[in-house]
């Protein structure tokens, strides 16, 4: 395939092979230049299918002088793309500094669809996913985890974040002190791989499971919180209601239990759907 003069940022697999597109690999083994987060990791990738385009390096490290150099391959007339270690390039991954420089030299940055982990959980997750915002990884030391997450402790959105395993005890005790016991959260971990897990409850029972089974403390993790809710949110939804709903949760779908709460007591089914969805019913 003849591609145009470009850069392509294109995703990569997350955990399983299987999920790499046909037009990613068109790209990969059509471009002139490959930059990899770090050529040996991606080297393995690209030679399961059989790529055997040139690679470069391309982190954090060296990003803005590598950037002038592939902006000369592209005004040779030479396609490059752009991949990470995993998922879509440039998040919580390098590149931004590329991609920018790219375009304020005046050449097209094409973008692929494809894995990332921290769409891939949430929609698996049952947390509310109108609104949301993805935070990266939390800092690395206990006050600047606690400080993050005090100031988003009131954001109404869902809550995306990165966390690395040996950390994840930490981080869930952060959760735990700076946005209390009671939140609904979901952690994600080892997303399309073969120990795919998903917990899911209040901190305090996450936190719980996670400290007394290591296994849980192993792999890429994506952890995602419910967004803060203020006392209006449920007014119009009377305490009856709600445990009504919640005692009919524990024998039905929350679709069929939120019918019938709605008609013994004259309320929208939907609306009351839509509440139970967003306390984790």
């Known amino acids: 395939m003849d591609l145009a003069v ?20 068109d790209v990969l083994n059509n471009v002139k230049l490959i930059a990899c987060e770090d050529t040996r990791h991606s080297g393995k990738l690209l030679s399961h299918f059989g790529i055997e385009t040139r690679k470069t390096a391309l982190h954090d490290h060296n990003e803005r002088d590598r950037a002038d150099w592939i902006i000369q391959k592209l005004s040779n007339g030479e396609p490059v793309a752009l991949i990470s270690d995993a998922g879509t390039p440039l998040i919580s991954d390098p590149g ?36 949301f915002t993805f935070e990266g990884f939390l800092p690395s030391k206990e006050k ?36 209390g016991e009671d939140r609904q959260i979901v952690m994600g971990r080892e997303i399309t791989k073969t120990f795919e897990t998903f917990l899911s409850g209040t901190v305090a029972e996450v936190l719980e499971i996670v400290k007394n089974d290591p296994n849980q403390q192993r792999g890429e993790i994506v952890l995602m919180c419910h967004g803060h809710r203020s006392a209006k949110d449920d007014e119009g939804i009377p305490t009856e209601v709600v445990n009504t709903l919640k005692l009919l949760v524990e024998e ?26 967003e306390i984790g019913l």
């Open 6 to 25: 470009a850069l392509y940022i294109v995703p990569t697999p997350i955990g399983n092979l299987g999920d790499i597109s046909s037009r990613a690999i």
């Open 96 to 131: 931004y500094h590329l991609v920018s420089a790219v375009r304020a030299a005046g050449y097209e940055v094409t973008p692929l669809p494809g894995p990332c982990a921290a769409i891939t959980a949430l929609s698996a997750s049952g947390l509310p996913s109108d609104r």
């Open 144 to 179: 600047g985890r606690f400080d993050k997450l005090t100031a988003l402790k009131e954001d109404p959105r869902t809550l995306i974040f990165y966390e690395s395993p040996h950390r994840i005890v930490q981080s869930l005790e952060s959760f735990l002190a700076a946005l």
């Open 252 to 277: 039905l779908p929350l679709k069929k239990a939120a019918a019938i709460a709605g008609q013994i007591y004259g309320i929208k089914k939907n609306a009351l759907y839509k509440y139970g969805l």
